[in-house]
């Protein structure tokens, strides 16, 4: 290190024109000897150190700073000077930040004449830059836990950034998914809808909510998408993309309104059994209105509109009764306490009730319990299934047998009703189970058939109990609904699947 400045190089750092240039800089300076003298200041800097410029000239920063800061400053200074090169560096005082470089000078011996120290106050700016920081990782953290998926794709169709929910489908992480195309993840017709989509909005200017379909992971998806164009700060411009999936909302939708759609029908429907015997009541009452013969009892016309009108009364009652019975069934279904029902004696009771029903029809109910079986459930529900599918076969054989047979069948107890009556068409067969639906037997044989409930309040109370009900039939040969019901054992698929093996009468 060369020796001390001489007078004439003080007299040029103390210089007016060295204390105005430090007084125009923006920021704290000062020009210190290597021994830690201070030769000039600039009035911020002075002021930092707590003394006025003046009063700071020729002292040693030593006596100017406290210890713990002439420590951390001191360690800063000694490695300029040995690398006699700039370093710039970082600390924060008194909870302030402050940046500072310092910058040895050479003399023309490669000495070092002085060291430039230069501090800028940049509290304000690393509270911005914290906060920023704080409202990015905020920033991350909404766009990472959003719900839906979020990109930015350019006009080419290339994914220039993609969440953690936009990547998952794919089963990629959202750096692999950056770089992707369109074609790279979706169908060629797909990609190029969308493409097209994000080339409108671009054209434009203006964002757009779409409703589009896309294949992910090989399934169809609905989502409700919003295309917002980026500002053109980039090469290539891009388009936010937020696309929300809502398959489910909008099954969810299409099952309200088909379910609305029922309703109506079943209105129709309902209207239509009430109409019917309100006409005929409304016209045998025409036809006694009009009746001229003062002994209306003995009248044979008087006779037959009474007749229609008992008739007609019955029929609505009937149906009244049958409809609120279908709704008390429906409250009670998930509601009822269950307890351990033993199958063989609902069969028993089955044939109890019903045996001279069909008797009385000329046919023949007979049971069958090839092995006792308990299942958990509501025992009067249960008795009630097997008591629709029993009356409903009544009620369609007109000839022949009814059979009930018990059977296990893996871990299921299976309860088959085989009839040997005239069957269903096959057209029938998917609208069985729907309320108020009678097949074209039912329409034809008139008011005594029922009014399409028996097999749909059979088909709830099988589904509340976790079982399945199911039927095969033939024309002119017969039916056969089999009730499947769970035991206690562990359910096979292969059980399941036997137990729909089409079983019609006269085999085993």
Sequence with gaps: MSGNPTDDENKVLQSALITALLGSCHDVAILVKPNGIIITASPGMAQLLGVTREQAIGRNLRELLDAETFAQLGSWFEKALQAKSTLEFVDERDGRCFSNRMTP???????????????????????????????????????????????????????????????????????QANGKTMHDLFPPE?????????????????????????????????????????????????????????????????????????????????????LNPLTSIRGSLDLLEAASSPDRENDEAYERAMSVVDRSVLRIQEFVNSFLDFDRINQRIGNSRWETVCLEDIVASIEDVHGP????????????????????????????????????????????????VLRPVGAF????????????????LPHLFEPFFRGASSRRAGADQGFGLGLPIASSIVEDHRGSIRVTSEPCKGSRFTVLLPTSLRPSEDDAAYAWKPNLPGQA
């Design 105 to 175: 000078i050479l003399d023309k011996k490669g000495g070092i004449w002085f060291v430039a120290v230069f501090i800028t106050d940049i509290t304000s700016e690393a509270r911005a830059r914290k906060e920023l920081e704080r409202s990015e990782s905020r920033y991350r953290a909404l766009i990472e836990g959003a719900d839906s998926a979020i990109a930015i794709i350019d006009r080419n169709g290339v994914f220039r950034f993609m969440n953690l929910r936009g990547a998952e489908p794919w089963g990629m992480s959202p750096e």
């Design 190 to 274: 797909i990609a190029a809808q969308q493409l097209d989509s994000i080339q409108s909005v671009l054209a434009s200017g203006n964002c757009e909510i779409l409703e589009t379909i896309s294949v992910v992971a090989g399934e169809r998806r609905w989502y409700r998408t919003s295309l917002c164009p980026l500002p053109n700060q980039e090469e290539i411009p891009s388009v936010l993309v937020v696309a929300t999936d809502i398959t489910e909302l909008r099954t969810t939708h299409i099952e309200l309104r088909q379910m609305v759609e029922t309703n109506q029908r079943r209105m129709a429907l309902v209207a239509h059994e009430i």
């Design 357 to 404: 029903i069909a008797e009385q029809r000329g046919l023949v109910l007979r049971t069958e319990v090839r092995n006792p079986l308990q299942v958990r459930g509501d025992r009067d529900l249960l008795e009630r299934v097997v008591s629709n599918l029993v009356v409903n076969a009544i009620h369609h054989t007109t000839q022949g047998e009814i059979r009930v």
């Design 413 to 428: 107890a299976a309860i088959d009703v085989i009839d040997t009556g005239e069957g269903i068409p096959e057209e029938e």
